[in-house]
DNA sequence: GCAAATCTGTAGCATTGGTTACAGAAGCGG
DNA sequence: CCGCTTCTGTAACCAATGCTACAGATTTGC
């Protein structure tokens, strides 16, 4: 497999395939290690082709706190920001769910970036989209209670069966948080019947979780 | 005037330039009035060329957040993703320097976006900073106390006499607290000799606030 | 089956920040 | 100069969150 078997890779001319082919892909696994760690430099863009990463920051006391999501599709684009300033990443990324990433070279991305006008709209958008998530971020801290905001990230996370596969020490580090306030808000909304919990995960009722929200 | 006076859109070519002169070009005075309000409709750009204009939240208990500034050669490029998504602006925008604005029409935008080089890499450059910048504040309301974010905002915004132009409501609004605490706060930022307080204006002695940063 | 590791539940106390309620000071307009 | 408005200073109290310290439950590995 190379990056011209993804959309929208695959959709580029026959040059640009040629210029794709030389970038590296890899496969990675869940792991708490950083895949890269604030400061240090990049030179190109990640495309996260399956699988989830997360990117967060990390606090004097030592707390994590989830910044936001790279899905499939979406890109840490700073590959053209660093061919300017010398950019060093801002925050630490790791793997959330197994994922499978390419790596797309500073020059090659900046002529595909010239080339291609797909390379142009899927830059701006994933910028737009991030712009997006991390100014309802920031609202939800100012507008939010921290209660308000785990019952946000598990109606976010609930499957279909509304379980929501976490331990109590990764939602705090999702929420900046610690895993004995998490264990407190969490016994509250146990208590109202929003959740039922469990060693590893918590099973949500939509409806009556929603509620509490509001009363929080 | 108009817009192809002002650089980067004076170096464009002819084409491009017979496009820009279609833009509005506005004067707008400081006003606490929201220039533009959450949820409205945008479809174009709004590119700042002098002054300065602020981005913030309201928080149900109505309480101001600032989120970020726009400063001149800045824009706020919503307009590639409104084409696409009918996407409503996320936040309210209000003039916090007079400022002069001018108003490139989605379409106007699209076009020179594909014409010229130069737009892409001034959109994809705002965007990026833009991120950073987000990600930046993210990082500060997880990492600083109040009183760290105060004295962020006072060196930040100090003149070369180190007077920092503001009453204390409106630092209130750019945290997204309330005047009492950050009068409280100010109060022992002088107690401990790092500022002293005026009516509409602080002075700052930087090294002593910097100092008194650490142990907030 | 047992020991170690991991996860959850709970209680008490400290700190931060928000709210309420005033009092006084500074500027402004007539 | 006087009254109105705006801004600052303070105090007391309360709610939200963080920190410390355990105890008990579940899982895993051997």
């Given at each position: 497999?190379?990056?011209?078997d993804?959309?929208?890779?695959?959709?580029?001319?026959a040059?640009?395939?040629?210029?794709?082919?030389?970038?590296s892909?890899q496969?990675?696994?869940?792991?708490?290690?950083?895949?890269?760690?604030k400061?240090?430099?990049?030179s190109?863009?990640y495309?996260?082709?399956?699988?989830?990463l997360?990117?967060?920051?990390?606090t004097?006391?030592?707390?994590?706190?989830?910044?936001?999501?790279?899905r499939?599709?979406?890109?840490?684009?700073?590959?053209?920001?660093?061919?300017?300033n010398?950019?060093?990443?801002?925050?630490?990324?790791?793997?959330?769910?197994?994922?499978?990433?390419?790596?797309?070279?500073?020059?090659?991305?900046?002529?595909?970036f010239?080339?291609e006008?797909?390379m142009?709209?899927l830059?701006?958008?994933?910028?737009?989209?991030?712009?997006?998530?991390?100014?309802?971020m920031?609202?939800?801290?100012?507008?939010c209670?921290?209660g308000?905001?785990?019952?946000?990230?598990?109606?976010?996370?609930?499957?279909?069966?509304?379980?929501?596969?976490?331990?109590q020490?990764?939602?705090a580090?999702?929420?900046?948080?610690?895993r004995?306030?998490?264990?407190?808000?969490?016994?509250a909304?146990?208590?109202?019947?929003a959740?039922?919990?469990?060693?590893?995960?918590?099973c949500?009722?939509?409806?009556a979780?929603?509620?509490?929200?509001?009363?929080?």
């Amino acid at each position: 497999m190379t990056l011209t078997d993804y959309p929208p890779f695959s959709l580029l001319g026959a040059r640009s395939q040629a210029l794709l082919r030389q970038c590296s892909l890899q496969r990675h696994e869940v792991s708490p290690a950083p895949l890269l760690g604030k400061g240090q430099n990049i030179s190109g863009a990640y495309v996260v082709l399956s699988g989830c990463l997360r990117v967060y920051t990390l606090t004097p006391a030592g707390h994590e706190a989830t910044q936001y999501f790279i899905r499939p599709g979406e890109t840490c684009v700073f590959a053209l920001n660093s061919l300017f300033n010398d950019v060093r990443y801002p925050a630490w990324v790791a793997v959330e769910e197994a994922a499978e990433i390419a790596f797309i070279p500073g020059p090659v991305f900046r002529s595909l970036f010239a080339l291609e006008p797909v390379m142009q709209d899927l830059t701006v958008r994933t910028l737009s989209v991030l712009v997006f998530r991390l100014m309802a971020m920031l609202e939800e801290m100012h507008a939010c209670t921290l209660g308000q905001r785990l019952a946000n990230l598990l109606l976010l996370h609930a499957g279909a069966d509304g379980r929501v596969s976490m331990t109590q020490q990764v939602m705090a580090n999702h929420l900046g948080s610690s895993r004995e306030v998490v264990a407190r808000l969490i016994g509250a909304l146990v208590a109202c019947g929003a959740v039922s919990s469990h060693r590893g995960y918590v099973c949500v009722r939509q409806a009556a979780l929603l509620a509490a929200r509001s009363g929080m």
